[in-house]
């Protein structure tokens, strides 16, 4: 069966440090992927999503950036973070079904 | 552009009584829809969906939903609630537009049944 691995769980970063969070998916190939930012406990953005190792496309400009470097697996990362960058990140993948199958998503807080 | 909209910021339901949790589409074409359900500081799960077929859908832990076209509603319903099906919900429609398959989701429902 597939399942879908995200961390850490929770991190806790300064103003202007770098950022990383992996996601990674097992049980499935070629899978699209999926960054959604969860504001305030409530509505999901779509962020990034991709078809392919090194296909990315970004929903919304935004101070981050995604990469796919293999298959199953797919990075969000920043240069140097912003406050307003505090969020909940959850990656997700599609199924053949079309629906989505999330991580456990990653609690960011900048400080 | 595909859009769902969800009307109750939060719904209230006491233990044993039947919840009703409401979400209306816009959408050209045939509509795909979808349910979610998020608890406190954890991913979304997946419950259920729509794609062509019988318009009531049964999914995970009990619940069901009631797709309606001439309502442009699918409104997720479980005839007996349980203090633990406390959460948040989402309703989502599926987005091909640009060729690309995505889901766009609605803002969410906060579901609290009590004891």
């Known amino acids: 069966s597939q399942t879908i691995h995200q961390w850490p769980a929770t991190l806790v970063q300064p103003v202007g440090s770098p950022l990383s969070l992996e996601c990674t998916v097992e049980g499935t190939s070629n899978p699209n992927l999926y960054w959604y930012r969860q504001a305030a406990g409530r509505g999901l953005q779509l962020l990034f999503y991709?078809?392919?190792?090194?296909?990315i496309s970004s929903e919304v400009p935004q101070n981050l950036s995604a990469s796919r470097p293999q298959d199953r697996q797919f990075i969000l990362s920043s240069k140097k973070l912003l406050l307003s960058d505090s969020g909940f990140y959850l990656c997700?993948?599609?199924?053949?079904?079309?629906?989505?199958?999330f991580g456990q998503g990653t609690r960011l807080t900048v400080v | 552009a595909q859009s769902v909209a969800q009307p109750e910021d939060q719904v209230n339901v006491a233990e044993g009584n039947p919840l009703t949790v409401k979400c209306t589409y816009s959408v050209s074409g045939n509509p795909y829809l979808f349910w979610y359900v998020q608890y406190p500081n954890r991913g979304l799960q997946f419950l259920l969906k729509?794609?062509?077929?019988?318009?009531l859908v049964k999914g995970s832990y009990g619940f069901e939903a009631e797709f309606n076209k001439s309502q442009t509603s699918f409104h997720l319903k479980k005839p007996s609630a349980l203090v633990s099906d406390s959460a948040l919900y989402f309703c989502?429609?599926?987005?091909?537009?640009?060729?690309?398959?995505?889901?766009?989701f609605g803002t969410g429902t906060r579901l609290l049944v009590s004891p």
């Open positions: 997700a993948w599609r199924g053949r079904g079309f629906e989505a199958f």
């Open positions: 989502a429609v599926r987005d091909g537009g640009t060729g690309f398959q995505k889901l766009v």
């Open positions: 991709s078809v392919g190792i090194g296909q």
């Open positions: 729509y794609i062509t077929g019988d318009n």
